[in-house]
């Protein structure tokens, strides 16, 4: 049997062609997106990670969060200082009518925290950063910034967070 150059060069071309029609299908957000990923892409963008001391993974650590509220996250990163000042949280939630109700739920936290009696306690800086703060909702995912009293830093972790997803 004789070797087919044309052949051959033909089928070559032909999985070429395959291969690189294959490699340019984009991947679902939620394939390579989770929690922790989000939260640290919102870190690098937001700076400041210096000031954060723990992380957790429950639900029951974030204040914002009531016991139904609970239940609604599928799964949570919370990295925040000793104050729960400067703090990060990236949820998943079941659902897009779970995330909706956590999305309101951020937004009543931060009113909360910007009216509060407990702020006396704190510096002027340090109720800037809760002024300042950012929430939001994509898709199933709601997050909460205060990582600087700046609102355009918090700002930008809430874009490069979008961008993730």
Same mark, same amino acid.
């Given at each position: ?49 210096? %000031? ?7 639900? $029951? @650590? ?5 016991? #139904?509220?609970? &239940? +609604? *996250? ?32 951020? %937004? ?7 009216? $509060? @009696? ?5 510096? #002027?800086?340090? &109720? +800037? *950063? ?32 979008? %961008?993730?997803?």
């Amino acid at each position: 049997m004789k070797f087919r150059w044309k052949q051959f060069s033909c089928f070559v071309l032909a999985v070429a062609l395959l291969v690189s029609a294959f490699s340019q299908i984009p991947v679902k957000a939620g394939s390579t997106v989770s929690c922790k990923s989000l939260c640290n892409t919102a870190l690098k963008a937001t700076g400041n990670s210096s %000031k954060l001391k723990y992380m957790s993974s429950s639900s $029951s @650590d974030f204040g914002a969060l009531s016991y #139904s509220d609970r &239940k +609604k *996250v599928k799964s949570i990163q919370y990295v925040f200082d000793t104050k729960e000042v400067y703090s990060l949280c990236v949820m998943e939630a079941s659902n897009t009518s779970d995330a909706k109700a956590l999305a309101s739920v951020l %937004k009543n936290y931060k009113k909360r925290n910007c009216k $509060s @009696d407990y702020l006396s306690d704190y510096s #002027s800086t340090e &109720k +800037k *950063v809760f002024k300042n703060a950012v929430y939001g909702r994509k898709g199933n995912y709601v997050w909460y910034i205060s990582m600087s009293s700046d609102k355009s830093k918090n700002k930008k972790g809430q874009t490069a967070l979008k %961008k993730k997803l």
